[in-house]
């Protein structure tokens, strides 16, 4: 099992649409968690951040945290087309290191 | 305000070739420095971090090493390339907080 799952996509949104990004992870220690954004040919940006179960919003972006699930998620909404990318879930572990999962990969189409 | 800069931004080298990758980073002192390297179409693996100078820590063994002469300097090298070190080698910092900044990264080709 995969520290950090992520569907890869492409997950296919029309502008204007709610984008719904999904992430599970395996270590329980996990206390905080963060989720990147990554054009093509870049590299990651830092776009929220959670560390309590429940919801976080930031604009048009909203975190959702469930330790007990072990499930963190992205919410966009409003999607447009400059949201287009690949969302990186990165929880840290119980060893203070960030682990990335794969990705997902979002079209926001016009 | 912090910023990080990583040269070169591209760099194509032949098999058996040294390499050597630079990260700076500005406004911040004593930060974690980290290097990750991403395959192509694959996530991001943290290949080492050091919390100060001269203190580097491995995550995973190959033919790749660090160092960091500086507090803000943290360098990437190897001495014979091979042709799997092809990637996106990213420079990381944080300081105080969870929250790591990237760099922009380096696109090494190794032919």
């Known amino acids: 099992q995969k520290e950090v799952e992520q569907n890869s996509g492409p997950l296919s949104v029309p502008e204007g649409a709610i984008a719904s990004l999904n992430c599970t992870y395996s270590d329980r220690g996990s206390q905080s968690f963060f989720w990147y954004r990554q054009y093509s040919g870049k590299s990651p940006e830092l776009i929220m951040s959670?560390?309590?179960?429940g919801d976080k919003e930031d604009g048009r972006f909203t975190a959702q945290l469930n330790k007990a699930s072990q499930y963190v998620s992205l919410l966009i909404r409003d999607s447009q087309p400059s949201d287009s990318a690949t969302y990186l879930c990165a929880p840290y572990n119980a060893g203070n290191m960030l682990t990335f999962g794969g990705g997902t990969r979002l079209m926001v189409k016009p | 305000s912090q910023t990080i800069h990583q040269w070169p931004a591209t760099l194509v080298q032949p098999v058996g070739s040294p390499l050597s990758l630079e990260c700076t980073v500005e406004?911040?002192?004593?930060?974690?420095l980290y290097w990750y390297r991403q395959a192509a179409g694959r996530g991001l693996q943290l290949l080492f971090y050091?919390?100060?100078?001269?203190?580097i820590s491995s995550e995973v063994p190959q033919n790749l090493s660090a160092s960091r002469p500086q507090d803000r300097q943290f360098i990437l090298s190897s001495k014979k390339l091979l042709l799997s070190d092809s990637g996106f080698y990213l420079c990381?910092?944080?300081?105080?907080?969870?929250?790591?900044?990237f760099g922009p990264g380096t696109r090494l080709t190794v032919l």
């Open positions: 959670i560390y309590s179960n």
């Open positions: 990381a910092w944080n300081s105080g907080s969870f929250e790591q900044f």
């Open positions: 050091s919390v100060g100078i001269g203190q």
């Open positions: 406004g911040t002192s004593n930060p974690n």
